[in-house]
Nanobody
Framework: QVPLVESGGGLVQAGGSLRLSCAAS????????MGWFRQAPGKEREFVAV????????SYGDSVKGRFTIAINNAKNTVYLQMNSLKPEDTAVYYC????????????????????WGQGTQVTVSS
C-alpha cells in the first residue's frame, strides 16, 4: 500500500490559482510515477497531469496545458499541482495517484495504470 493524502482544495474565483499537494508515505517518489486525475459531477474521471519517476518528464491533459504545472519535492515525498487561470469547468474532485513498475521517464496517463489513489480533494471555481 502507498497511502496518499491530498490537500489544498477549496473555493476560488475564475482566473484565480490554487496549489494542490499530495503527500505519500512508504516508498520514495523515485519508485513510481505520480499523477493527478479529476472527476466532475456526472462525468468520468479524466487525466490531468503526470510526472515521471525521475521528475524530469511531465505530461498534461489537453484541457489544462499551459495553465497547470506538476512538480515534486522528493525530500518531502510530496507532489504538487499548481493550477493557474482557473475556469469554472475545472470544478471537480481532484485525485492523486501512484503508478508502479514503469520506466524512469514513463508518463502513464490511463487510470488502470495507477495502483494507488488518494481520497480526493474538492476544487470549486466560481464564475
Amino acid at each position: 500500500q502507498v497511502p496518499l493524502v491530498e490537500s489544498g482544495g477549496g473555493l476560488v474565483q475564475a482566473g484565480g490559482s490554487l496549489r494542490l499537494s499530495c503527500a505519500a508515505s512508504g516508498r520514495t517518489f523515485n519508485s513510481y510515477a505520480m499523477g493527478w486525475f479529476r472527476q466532475a459531477p456526472g462525468k468520468e474521471r479524466e487525466f490531468v497531469a503526470v510526472i515521471s519517476r525521475s521528475g524530469s518528464t511531465t505530461s498534461y491533459g489537453d484541457s489544462v496545458k499551459g495553465r497547470f504545472t506538476i512538480a515534486i519535492n522528493n525530500a518531502k515525498n510530496t507532489v504538487y499541482l499548481q493550477m493557474n487561470s482557473l475556469k469554472p469547468e475545472d470544478t471537480a474532485v481532484y485525485y492523486c495517484a501512484a503508478a508502479l513498475g514503469y520506466g524512469l521517464e514513463s508518463v502513464p496517463s490511463l487510470q488502470y495504470q495507477y495502483a494507488y489513489w488518494g481520497q480526493g480533494t474538492q476544487v470549486t471555481v466560481s464564475s
